[in-house]
């Protein structure tokens, strides 16, 4: 993937998005589940970043499967100040390549795997970060996306 992929997503408020109509340069960051311990994490680092990465001039978006009613109880429950989007068709994930195959305990299943794009002002992947280990991962996308 060399360009932002031309997919749309649901906003929470159960409005599409067409990910190249939001403004560039930008991050997309896949995680797996709302309202779990490292995905949680991942969306208040984001949020508590998210005036940096505005004065940045850099707009940031997390997508999951979850549907738009639990993005909603998501973003109220932890005041998040990211945008958040549903791929419930899995036409995103597709498209950036975070549908994968995952284990735990054993057990085979196809889930998002972390992954966190930045994208320059053209639409073009400047940087991408896959298997995402949550602490300190913000800080770094921040650090990434002032270096355009």
Not at 19 to 34: G, H, I, Q, T
Not at 59 to 68: E, F, L, N
Not at 103 to 127: Q, V, W
Request: with cysteine; glycine share 8%.
């Amino acid at each position: 993937m060399d360009m932002l992929p031309d997919v749309t997503v649901i906003a929470p408020d159960g409005g599409t998005l067409r990910l190249r109509n939001r403004p560039l340069p930008m991050v997309v960051y896949f995680y797996p589940k709302d309202d779990t311990a490292g995905c949680t994490r991942e969306a208040q680092d984001f949020s508590a970043l998210a005036a940096e990465f505005t004065a940045a001039g850099v707009s940031v978006i997390g997508i999951s499967r979850d549907g738009p009613a639990k993005h909603q109880k998501f973003i109220a429950k932890y005041d998040l100040a990211v945008a958040l989007a549903s791929d419930e068709d899995g036409s995103a994930c597709e498209a950036f390549g975070t549908w994968v195959e995952k284990s735990m305990y054993g057990r085979t299943y196809m889930g998002i795997e972390r992954s966190t794009f930045l994208f320059d002002r053209e639409g073009r992947l400047a940087r991408e970060w896959r298997k995402v280990k949550v602490p300190g991962h913000a800080a770094a996308v921040l650090e990434a996306a002032r270096a355009l």
